[in-house]
């Protein structure tokens, strides 16, 4: 599971790059984690909420200054 890098992008309001199991890669801001459940997730004019079994690969994209 990929949830230490969720909780990292979360504090650091860092982007992500999520794979699911159905081979969309989402582009977008964690913006809440459900214990156990899943993620609250803004990307793409959208906010989608994602349960932690369906989440493949996680990957921060970060901003170097």
Known sequence: MY???LKIAC???QMVSLK???GKVRIGLPCELRSKD???F???GEVV???FNEITHVMR???FR
């Open 3 to 5: 949830l230490d890098e």
């Open 38 to 40: 899943g993620i609250k």
């Open 61 to 63: 994209l970060i901003n």
């Open 20 to 22: 699911t199991r159905d």
């Open 49 to 51: 909420s994602i349960p």
């Open 11 to 13: 504090s650091m309001k």
């Open 42 to 44: 803004h990307g793409e």
